[in-house]
Structure formats: structure tokens, C-alpha cells
């Protein structure tokens, strides 16, 4: 113990490494309902090298070692489920370059998605990546390896889709490149080959993403939200068609909520519309409202709600607070659009039989080529029998998300072994090849997507 | 439950009809408005029904006091022809639903100021001319108890209204209050119009804000430097409701030294901020409730407005930034007032 | 002290660690907060600090040293307060001044807060050094002992007795007396204000010396007091009235400001210098004063005033609060807030970094020395820079 204590602070200084109570407590903590699970040691390393050299030593001393972005998942996939030394990537937050002709930005995983929302908005104007839903000190790398959507998933898909490049330390310590990185050709695509698509969305389990190169899309000078609202929760796929048949939208979402009384048992629809003029925003809202919607409207049974509402970049979300008890967690799942209506009753009803008021959202992905449907569970902090209620409810969830034919979005171990139970046995059994090839001694994040436990 | 206090037989005598010709919105002359009219005393569909854009003017309008709005929302919800779509009448209605517990009943013994659903704005009534007056309702959490319901007008819903203005009223009557300053000039209009037509008990006296601002103004003249700035009043649709109170806007004005620009929008012919067409039913609205925008504020710069004076939260929320992108900066009333005394604004 | 007797038992657990009170208003860095700048653990946060002191009180961890240092590596630069999103964010710091009162209570402290509170006990000022030197920074002004003036001018405890704060003292106290404004001095008679003394959880002491300063001014009959320091100007001005003592309380800064508006003081020439402002944390986001400064700044002639990223509410704070300026949890690292904040005042090229804090004085300036800028910037207080010809 000694000894691998000691090679850390060799590698990352004294002040970057600890094996302190303090330090272990704060992260064996997810900020959702999983349960504890302890680290045996925390390092901040802040260069490719010194991860390497980490992975290194994990290897030789069979020591896990659990890579941490923002620790934002809400499912406890960078909890160390066997122990080991947990890796806070966070010090690796380097912009290394922007290429406003080829519209992508490469840096270090660990940067915050804030740092990049600011750092553009400063010095690129006209350009953006696709944020998360998640607070901005969440990270790309993190967001990366749970196949994460931000506010551009209509238009561009999942913001593992918008990856030109990858740079990752294997679970064996070698550094690795993928894209035409690999070929040193810069940082602009990511296909064909050598892409090897080992790394993204795998939970963190095959390796550690040390740099990105990251798409990036117009950024148009005037952004606003738009809200329509129905009652019922039936014509939200058919509405969601519509707009993604006119296009226009940078960003779609139809939610609903117990809380405020006002969007009780209602269904929002935010369209986010963007333009570089007044007359650019008033043609697109002309197409969305007076021309594709406009039969709802005067039926009577959809209408507009808010137009021209700010949309501040990084969003600010305060529903951490609703239940005064500072937690939540929720359930993702990658759903076909045709699934909100069955997805929304029932996330009521499993909120209502749990005393939590429901909270749920779906995000467009593609062209209503799918959704991210979240149904959030607060609960009290400070008051363990909530916490018992919202981790029932997440499971129920879960197991309704593979009743309803869905695909749980970043699953933690409960959800991973129901995918893992239906899942195709030669993909299954691949999955596990491919990750003892990659992961021999068994340490990279060991204890998710572990198939045959 | 509340009757409407209306008397058809003054319609059915009514030579001009003014309610409906006068209306900005709408194209009748004053044969299609009686017709249209006895139309909707016998509650019988009428194109009115559907087209009213529920900017309260034909309130002020009709020269009798007969109510013909308050009688417009009656029949749209008894003949089912709601101005909005159903979701946001929904939304509206469980908008007004308290759910942060119940209010905290000081007493007060006096005078008070009532935010109504505007307590985040309680820095729009700071300094001397709000000295010694306690403000109610100035707690976010708790101002659905203190909402007057007005709003359920533009969604035609007087049932609304009538089922939960008693319990309202008995809230701000519980803090013992003798007079009551409203900050918004529909809580002024509920207590003081919409009330009485209904025959809704209001066991306390409302002073209007600009009333209430003017007699302060008054007080501390010998303070008042002048501003001699050109301003624009956007007067809002419940100012309707209290034609009476509308005198202050232009007393203020001289007295505080500003001079109110001459454009066409303006007292009887006032532009009602659209906020509530925009999501209307009838085809067009959401364009329409643009075009009277653009052209209140176009009206506005092009009589060389400067500031562009507010009285309701609503109309600035609506309007305040279109206003400001033009160079007319946007102020409440109260704040213009504050400005005049030397006082500096947040 | 058990949980439930804990102040914010209500709302402590409130903190859901989601991470924005690491960043500055503009978002563009996560090391806004000055121990997570300084250590990158997520213990040194401000949400991870809250969740161990939740911890500690409700007996899941041990009271160590590590853990009071966490606790006291809080510098009380409100930069959480400013960007926490939810209801409860005007109480963080109270939250972690209230977990140092436990550890004050339970007589359980680094020991050098133990040693500042003890000197400050003993001789009225943190250093230890005898009260009977504490006129020594005004030897050779001629600047009257308070006697009914109209304004007492208080230096405070660093202008008193530090070497480098010593200067500011006495180049406020030059402009004050070529302004020709009535002041006086209370000399060997001052004590320390009580700030950083309540920052560092010591809530009885600071009683103590509010009581005794509230008496002292009283009885000389003081209405208005224009302050050296953002950290004595906070305390007169909101923690005084709580113990009967009500001044009309100024900043220095603000005063120069009225002066120079008033024709009262000229400002001198500075072209060719580019000039760029830290915001001290204690006038800044604890007062929201951001303009006095900058206005006195903008009087230099032919002045080039540059601003840095972080300024304002989103401003870096030195690392001195709190008693850090001698504490020292901060330093030790090139990544120690003020040595950050140095290189930030190079990356705008900056020929001078003006302060108007004698703590952002004394840690900025070593923060130049130890990056090696001696040669590029000077450091420089507000006062000081109005005293050059």
C-alpha cells in the first residue's frame, strides 16, 4: 500500500495525490443515489504522461483505476466498484487548438464544457459545440464515454457523433490514436479507418481518453427558446415529426412536470430557433408556428406558449433543489420518439406510487431518429427513506425502459445487467473479448459492463 | 354564486354602440354592432366571440357601464369559444395555484402596498415615496394567495375568476388593512370594477398607484427637479377598468417635468402590449400580435419618445426589450417618479 | 456540537456538489474558487468542503487536521455565493464559518489560526507585535490623533504593522491630509476590527473587540470612518450595527472618488503606464463596490486601463481572506491563487497591477517575486499610486 502510495505522489507531486480520509470520503460519493464506494487512492495527474505512467503502475501492482470527468452521470460510473485509485481528469483541461476553417477544436479530456462554451463565445463567435444537459463543470472525455447528447442533438446526433479525433492511454498503457490523427494528418475526421469506435460510449472500461478533437457548428448571433404547448401527450410524436420535417431547429424538447402546478400534466415543446437577423428568426418562426403548427392552434388543441425567450449558454438548472433535499437522479434512455406518450404515463405513475413529483423530458436526436427520454427522481439528501424511494423508482424505470423496447442511455450496474440480460449473446460475448484484449489484468474501471458476473 | 351585474335592456337602447365600433380590432360599423351585440346578450355564437383579442378597451368604451367585455368573457365560456387554445388556458389556470404553503398574515393596522404576483419586483418600490408603507406580499413563494385573477379574462374564464377572487380578498383583508396602494393596476381593476360588476364584496378601500404616486409627488414637491425627458405611456389593458385613474398619467407628467410625445397611441386609442394575442386560437394572431407591436413602438420613436413609461409588469416583460433595442429605454412609472426626487434607480 | 445544533442543519445537505461555484461569471475556468484552484481536489471545493463538514458533523468522519485545514483553507471569497444557482448560496460561507466555530469551540485548530486568534487576543493584531508599535507606520506625518474630527481613519492591522501594507497607510493618509479633510488617528490605541477574526470562526472574539472598538469610537465621538482595507470597511459596516455600532463607513477609495469629483484631489499622470484593477473580494462581491476604484483609476492622466478575464464579480481572489495572509493554507504552489492572478495581470500586459487592499498587497507582491515579474509589473495600492509624482 505503501509503495503504490508513494509511486503516485513520484508521478503526480505530493499535493495531487492522497490516500486521506478526506479525500477517499469525497469520492466514493455520486452525487445520485448510488451507494458509497471507496477509492483506496485519488490522484490529479495533469499530463498524458503522468496518466501513462499511472496505468502503468496500475497494471504491474493489479490495482483498478476509475477515470473521473465531472462525475455528473448520476449513475455511479466513476465510483470504483472494486477499489483502486480513482483518476480525476480534470487538471488535463488544455484548449490546444481551434480551426475555424475546418470548424473543430481539439483539447484535453478533462476540460469543462463550460471553459469551451465561454472560450468560444470569447474568441470564436461564430462557432459552438453541443452542450450537455449536464452542469458545465461536467467534461467532454466524460461525456464522451457514455455516449452523451447536448443542445445540438437535433441537427448533428449524439455528441459521440461529433468526434473528428480521439487520443486514449490503452488499459496496458499505450498511447493510441484514432482518426486522421493517427496518420498525422491533423485533427479533422474521424472515419474511416483508422477508427476503431473502441472508446466512446464504453463507460470509461476500455481505456482513458486523454485528448479530442471536437466538432464544431455555426453559431448563428441570435438564439431564442419557443415554447408550444398540448395537453395531450399522444400528438407530441407526431408534432415532433413536424418540426423536424421543417428543419430549423437547433434544439428540441418536450417535457413535462408535476412542479410548478403550471406544466401539470401538460407537455412543453422548447424550439430553440436561431439567426444571424430578425428576418432570419421571423422566417423560421413563420415555417414552425404559422405554417406547420398553425392546425393545432386552431383546433384548439396546441398553442404557443412563450416565444423569444433568453437561452443562456451554459444552462443553469436549479432542479437539484426541487425537493429542498439538494438530490436527484434519473433515468436516460434512448427511446424511439413514439415511445414519449407510454413513457411519460408511466414515469407518473411510478413517481406517484414513490411520492416524488414527476419530472420528464425527451431530447430530439436526428430527425426524430430517436430521443433521450429522462424521468428524474428527486429526493432528500438528508432523509435516507427518499433516497430508498428514488432508487426504486430509477430501478422500476429502468425495467419499464426494456418493457417499452428502449435502450438505457449510460446504465449504472443495476440497468447494465438488464441490457446485459437481453442483449445478444455473440455481441455480449464480443464485448467481453474485446475488452480482455484491451484490458488483460482486469483494472480499467472493472465492475461496469463486466460480462458473466 | 356571482351574477354579472348587467342590464341588457341599455344595450338593446344603445344608439352607437360604441363598444364594438370603436374597437381597434375589430371592423364594425355600428348596424353590425347591434346586431352582433343582441347576438351575444342571447348567448348566440357571434364572429365578436371569436375574434375578440381581449384587450379590455371596449370596458372603457361603452358609456354606460354596462360591462360588455366582462359579458364577451361570460358568453365565450358558456358557448365553449375560448379565445385560447386549450393547453394554455390550462396552463393558466394551474398557474394561479398556490403550492408553497400558506401566507404569513401580519397585521397591519394601515395603509399597505399590495405586489400582488409581482413580489420579485418589490425594487421597484424603494425610497421616500414608498416611506411608511408595508408592503404585502413581497415573498415569491407565497404570491398566488395574493393574485387577483384578472388574467383569466384574456382566457375566458370568469368562472375562475369568481370561484377563487373571495378567497384572495380575504387574504389581503386578514392583515387588517384600512387602504390599499395596488402595484398592479389589474389588482386595482379587480377590487374596484370587476368586483362591483359581480356584486363581490371587497371589504377594503383601493387607492390607485398613480393616485397614490401623484399625492406623494405632491408632498415632496420642493424635491422634484425636472426631467425634461419626451416620454411614451404604454398603458395597459386593465387601465381600461379605471378610466377614472388614467388622469394621473398626465398629472405625473407635469409634474415631474417630462413631456409625453404626440403619437397616435395614446389614452382612448392606446395599443394594448399583445402579450395575450400572440398564442390566440385565430389564424393570423401570432402575426398580428407582431404587427401591433411594431407599430405601437414604431409610433412611439417616430414622435421622438426617449423613454418609454410602464405601468404593468406584464406589458414590460412583453414589451421591454423590443422597446430598448429601438433606444427608448423602459421604465416603470414608480421608477420615473424616483428619478424625479433625485433618487437613483437599480 | 452535535448536528442538530449546527446553524444550517436545514440546508447543508442542500448542496448538490454540481460544480458552478468553481467558476468565475464569464465560465471561463473552473478555478475560481481559490483552494480548488490551489489544490484541484474535489475535498478543496466549495460543494466537496460542505459534504465533509456535513459528514463530520453527523459523526460519519473524524475530526483531523487534514480536515481543518480544508476547512480553513476557505478564504471567504463569496465567489460560490456569487454563482451557487439555488436559494440557500447566501449562506455557504456562513455555513463553513460556522463549522470553524465548532472547531474553535472544540479547541481543535491548525496552529496557525490558533496563533493569529491568540494574537490577536493578546495584542489587538494578528503579528503578535506590541501594541505600542502599531503607530509606528505614521512617524513622520503629521497626522492628528482622533479628537472629534469628521473622519477617523482606521489602517487596520496589515497597514499597521506590515513592512509592504505600511505604505498604503501612509499614502492614504498623505492624500487624505493634502485633501485637506478633517481626520484623525487612533494610533497605539486601535485594535483590530474583528473581520478575519470572524472569519476564522472566532464568533466571541469578534464580540469582544466589536464592543470595545464600538465603545472606543463612541466616547471620541466618531461618526463617520473611512477605511484602509475592504476587510475592516465590511465589518464596521455590516457586522457593527449588530452590536449598536452605527457609522457612516467609507472606503477609502470612495472617498478619493468624492475628492477628485469635487476638485478636492488631482490626479496625476500615468500615460504610458497600462493599469489593470483587482477586485478586492471584501469590497467587491462582499459590497458590491466595483466602480469607486475604477473612477479614481480613470482620474490617472492618459491612463490606459485594461481589465483582466476574471474582474469584478468574477474576479480572482488573491488568497488572502480569511486570515490567509498569514495562515498561508493557499501558497507553496504555482498554482496558488495569487500567483495566478499575477500572471493574469501579465497576460493583459499590465505595467502596473493596482490594488486597493493592503492583503491583496502584501500576496500579490510576493506573487510577483516568486513568478519572477519584478522586472514587468509592480504592485501597487490605489493610494500609493496617486502619491507619485
Not at chain 3, 54 to 63: C, F, P, S, V
Request: net charge negative.
Amino acid at each position: 500500500m505503501g509503495s503504490i502510495y508513494n509511486a503516485l505522489i513520484e508521478i503526480v507531486g505530493e499535493d495531487y495525490a492522497s490516500n486521506r480520509q478526506e479525500e477517499l470520503f469525497t469520492y466514493s460519493k455520486d452525487l445520485g443515489t448510488s451507494e458509497p464506494q471507496w477509492p483506496e487512492y485519488v490522484v490529479a495527474p495533469k499530463t498524458t504522461e503522468a496518466v501513462q505512467k499511472i496505468v502503468r503502475l496500475a497494471n504491474k501492482e493489479k490495482i483498478a483505476i476509475v477515470p473521473l470527468g465531472g462525475g455528473m452521470t448520476l449513475a455511479g460510473l466513476a465510483l470504483p466498484l472494486k477499489g483502486g485509485i480513482t483518476i480525476d481528469m480534470k487538471r488535463m483541461e488544455k484548449i490546444i487548438e481551434v480551426n475555424e476553417s475546418g470548424r473543430y477544436m481539439v483539447v484535453e479530456a478533462g476540460v469543462s464544457q463550460g471553459k469551451i462554451t465561454s472560450y468560444l463565445h470569447k474568441h470564436h463567435p461564430h462557432l459552438m459545440h453541443s452542450e450537455p444537459g449536464a452542469p458545465p463543470a461536467a467534461t467532454v472525455g466524460g461525456n464522451l464515454s457514455i455516449h452523451g447528447q447536448g443542445d445540438l442533438a437535433h441537427p448533428y446526433g449524439f455528441n459521440s457523433d461529433m468526434v473528428n479525433g480521439l487520443e486514449v492511454i490503452l488499459p496496458t498503457g499505450e498511447i493510441a490514436r484514432f482518426g486522421s490523427c493517427a496518420i498525422d494528418s491533423g485533427w479533422y475526421t474521424m472515419h474511416p479507418l483508422p477508427d476503431l469506435g473502441l472508446f466512446l460510449g464504453w463507460n470509461g472500461s476500455t481505456g482513458i481518453i486523454t485528448k479530442v478533437s471536437l466538432r464544431l457548428f455555426p453559431n448563428k448571433k441570435i438564439r431564442e427558446m419557443d415554447l408550444f404547448a398540448v395537453e395531450n401527450e399522444a400528438l407530441i410524436p407526431e408534432i415532433l415529426y413536424e418540426l423536424t420535417h421543417v428543419g430549423f431547429s437547433e434544439d428540441l424538447v418536450a417535457f413535462s412536470s408535476e412542479i410548478p402546478p403550471m406544466m401539470n400534466k401538460l407537455h412543453s415543446i422548447s424550439i430553440v430557433i436561431t439567426g444571424d437577423s430578425e428576418e432570419e428568426i421571423e422566417f423560421k418562426r413563420h415555417l414552425i408556428f404559422d405554417v406547420k403548427l398553425s392546425k393545432y392552434i386552431r383546433s384548439g388543441v396546441g398553442g404557443i406558449a412563450a416565444v423569444s425567450q433568453d437561452r443562456q449558454r451554459p444552462q443553469i438548472s436549479k432542479s437539484a433543489d426541487w425537493k429542498k433535499g439538494g438530490g436527484f437522479e434519473y433515468v436516460g434512455a434512448i427511446m424511439p420518439v413514439s415511445a414519449y406518450p407510454e413513457c411519460y404515463r408511466r414515469g407518473a405513475e411510478i413517481s406517484a406510487r414513490h411520492d416524488i413529483p414527476y419530472t420528464v423530458l425527451g431530447r430530439v436526436i436526428g430527425s426524430s431518429h430517436g430521443m433521450m427520454f429522462s424521468w428524474s427522481y428527486a429526493f432528500n439528501r438528508a432523509d435516507p427513506e427518499t433516497v430508498r424511494h428514488a432508487r426504486e423508482a430509477l430501478h422500476e424505470t429502468d425495467e419499464q425502459v426494456m418493457e417499452l423496447n428502449g435502450t438505457i442511455w449510460k446504465p449504472a450496474v443495476f440497468g447494465q445487467k438488464l441490457m446485459m440480460d437481453r442483449m445478444d449473446t455473440n455481441t455480449l460475448q464480443l464485448m467481453k473479448k474485446v475488452k480482455n484484449l484491451l484490458d488483460p489484468n482486469g483494472i480499467m474501471n472493472p465492475g461496469n459492463w463486466e460480462v458473466g458476473q | 354564486m356571482y351574477e354579472l351585474k348587467f342590464d341588457e335592456d341599455i344595450c338593446f337602447a344603445c344608439g352607437t354602440y360604441d363598444c364594438l365600433v370603436k374597437c381597434q380590432h375589430l371592423e364594425l360599423d355600428p348596424d353590425m354592432a347591434g346586431i352582433e351585440i343582441e347576438k351575444i346578450i342571447h348567448s348566440e355564437d357571434s364572429f365578436v366571440l371569436h375574434d375578440c383579442v381581449t384587450c379590455y378597451a371596449c370596458e372603457e368604451y361603452c358609456p354606460n357601464g354596462n360591462h360588455p367585455f366582462y359579458l364577451i368573457v361570460q358568453k365565450q365560456e358558456e358557448l365553449n369559444i375560448f379565445p385560447l387554445p386549450e393547453p394554455l388556458i390550462k396552463q393558466g389556470v394551474q398557474m394561479g395555484i398556490p403550492f408553497r404553503g400558506e401566507p404569513e398574515i401580519q397585521e397591519i393596522n394601515g395603509k399597505a402596498l399590495n405586489m400582488g404576483v409581482f413580489s420579485q419586483l418589490t425594487n421597484r418600490v424603494q425610497g421616500r415615496l414608498f416611506e411608511g408603507l408595508t408592503i404585502m406580499s413581497d415573498d415569491p413563494r407565497k404570491m398566488f394567495h395574493y393574485f387577483c385573477q384578472l388574467m383569466y379574462l384574456h382566457y375566458g374564464k370568469t368562472s375562475v375568476i369568481n370561484e377563487r377572487l373571495k378567497k384572495v380578498i380575504d387574504t389581503i383583508a386578514a392583515h387588517k388593512v384600512t387602504e390599499v396602494v395596488h402595484f398592479h393596476d389589474e389588482c386595482f381593476g379587480t377590487y374596484t370594477s370587476y368586483a362591483p360588476a359581480f356584486g363581490i364584496d371587497v371589504p377594503f378601500k383601493s387607492i390607485h398607484l398613480f393616485e397614490y404616486l401623484f399625492n406623494k409627488l405632491e408632498e415632496l414637491k420642493s424635491d422634484i427637479k425636472p426631467l425634461n425627458y419626451k416620454v411614451a405611456y404604454q398603458r395597459p389593458c386593465s387601465s381600461r377598468l379605471s378610466s377614472d385613474k388614467h388622469r394621473f398619467v398626465s398629472k405625473i407628467f407635469d409634474l415631474i417635468g417630462v413631456e409625453p410625445v404626440d403619437r397616435e397611441y395614446v389614452d382612448e386609442n392606446a395599443m394594448c402590449c399583445g402579450a395575450t394575442i400572440m398564442g390566440q386560437k385565430k389564424e393570423g394572431s401570432r402575426q398580428y400580435c407582431a404587427e401591433i407591436q411594431r407599430k405601437n413602438i414604431e409610433d412611439m420613436k417616430s414622435a421622438g419618445a426617449q423613454i418609454c413609461v410602464f405601468n404593468c409588469p406584464a406589458c414590460m416583460q412583453t414589451l421591454g426589450k423590443p422597446v430598448s433595442k429601438t433606444g427608448i429605454m423602459p421604465l416603470f412609472m414608480s421608477d420615473l417618479c424616483r428619478l424625479a426626487i433625485g433618487e437613483k434607480v437599480a | 456540537m452535535t448536528f442538530m445544533e449546527y446553524k444550517y442543519k436545514d440546508s447543508i445537505h442542500r448542496c448538490f456538489r454540481c460544480g458552478y461555484c468553481k467558476f468565475p461569471t464569464d465560465w471561463g475556468t473552473v478555478t475560481n474558487c481559490p483552494s480548488y484552484a490551489r489544490y484541484r481536489m474535489e475535498s478543496y471545493s466549495a460543494g466537496g468542503r460542505l459534504w465533509l463538514i456535513r459528514a463530520w458533523l453527523n459523526d460519519e468522519l473524524q475530526w483531523s487536521e487534514h480536515l481543518a485545514k480544508i476547512v480553513y483553507s476557505c478564504v471567504s471569497c463569496k465567489n460560490c455565493v456569487e454563482k451557487c444557482p439555488l436559494s440557500f448560496r447566501d449562506d455557504l460561507v456562513n455555513m463553513v464559518i460556522a463549522a470553524k466555530t465548532e472547531m474553535v469551540e472544540m479547541g481543535m485548530l491548525p496552529k496557525p489560526v490558533k496563533s493569529f486568534l491568540q494574537n490577536v487576543q493578546l495584542h489587538g493584531n494578528p503579528y503578535g507585535i506590541a501594541a505600542k508599535k502599531r503607530a509606528d507606520w505614521m512617524v513622520g506625518l503629521e497626522i492628528q490623533p482622533y479628537q472629534g474630527q469628521e473622519f477617523l481613519y482606521y489602517v487596520g492591522c496589515e497597514g499597521s504593522f506590515d513592512n509592504r501594507a505600511q505604505s498604503a497607510a501612509r499614502a492614504t493618509a498623505k492624500l487624505l491630509l493634502k485633501s485637506g479633510i478633517s481626520f484623525g488617528v487612533l494610533g497605539v490605541n486601535e485594535i483590530s476590527d474583528g473581520n478575519e477574526v470572524e472569519m476564522l470562526g472566532e464568533d466571541g472574539l469578534l464580540e469582544d473587540l466589536a464592543k470595545k472598538n464600538i465603545r472606543q469610537f463612541s466616547d471620541l465621538g466618531v461618526k463617520n470612518i473611512i477605511a484602509l482595507s475592504p476587510h475592516s470597511y465590511n465589518v464596521f459596516k455590516n457586522r457593527y450595527p449588530d452590536f449598536e455600532g452605527r457609522f457612516n463607513v467609507f472606503h477609502y477609495t470612495q472617498i478619493l472618488s468624492e475628492l477628485i469629483k469635487t476638485g478636492k484631489l488631482s490626479a496625476p499622470d500615468k500615460s504610458e503606464m497600462r493599469i489593470t484593477f483587482h477586485d478586492p473580494c471584501f469590497l467587491g462581491r462582499w459590497n458590491q463596490e466595483y466602480d469607486a476604484p475604477r473612477k479614481v483609476l480613470r482620474a490617472l492622466k492618459g491612463i490606459d486601463l485594461a481589465e483582466m478575464q476574471r474582474n469584478k464579480k468574477g474576479a480572482l481572489c488573491c488568497g488572502g481572506g480569511a486570515g490567509n495572509f498569514l495562515t498561508d493554507f493557499l501558497g507553496g504552489s504555482d498554482e496558488s491563487p495569487a500567483r495566478i492572478r499575477v500572471r493574469e495581470a501579465r497576460d493583459v500586459k499590465a505595467d502596473i497591477l493596482a490594488v486597493a487592499c493592503p492583503n491583496c498587497l502584501t500576496m500579490l507582491e510576493d506573487a510577483v517575486k516568486v513568478e519572477g515579474l519584478e522586472d514587468e509589473i509592480k504592485v501597487l495600492d490605489i493610494s500609493e499610486i496617486f502619491c507619485q509624482a
